[in-house]
């Protein structure tokens, strides 16, 4: 209990300085990376809980859909072919991807395959662990790229819109 009370205050703690110091998705990309050290630092083995698995989808649902505009879709109807285009060629390169990094790593492939594939962390970590593939490695490689992802796509996108 004592380490994941260290956990959740390192998380607040994260949340508040990534947001203070302007990181880019400040509350999330602080309190992730913080509460990331925390957890290494303590080994804590924390539970997640299948209440909070639900409601934390439930609420990035809400952020999704309170977010979209569809009718953007009617407006731009030509973007669909090339979005679906653009996520075929995205998944046959995760493919690859995948079989490289089982190959040189001695990951198993399905393993490989979720740790490579193009999603969201809540939705792929899900995934993985229904498929029965091993989540905390693959959960490894999409927390590193979201982090990163996070942080260098809004420094890119003011860079090349200048």
């Not at 809980?49 to 439930?58: E, P, V």
Request: glycine share 10%.
């Amino acid at each position: 209990m004592r380490d994941q009370g260290i956990v959740v205050a390192a998380i607040l703690l994260g949340a508040w300085a990534g947001h203070h110091f302007k990181l880019p998705s400040g509350i999330l990309t602080g309190g992730m990376i913080a509460g990331l050290v925390a957890k290494g630092v303590v080994l804590a083995d924390i539970p997640s809980g299948n209440l909070l698995s639900t409601i934390s989808q439930l609420l990035v649902a809400y952020v999704v859909v309170s977010n979209s505009d569809v009718a953007s879709i009617r407006r731009h109807p030509e973007a669909v072919p090339v979005a679906v285009g653009y996520i075929l060629v995205l998944i046959v390169f995760c493919m690859i991807a995948a079989w490289g990094i089982s190959r040189w790593f001695d990951l198993d492939l399905q393993t490989a395959i979720y740790a490579t594939a193009p999603g969201g962390l809540a939705g792929m970590a899900l995934s993985a662990t229904d498929a029965g593939a091993e989540t905390p490695v693959s959960m490894m490689f999409h927390l590193l790229r979201l982090t990163i992802i996070l942080i260098v796509t809004p420094y890119l996108a003011a860079f090349f819109t200048r």
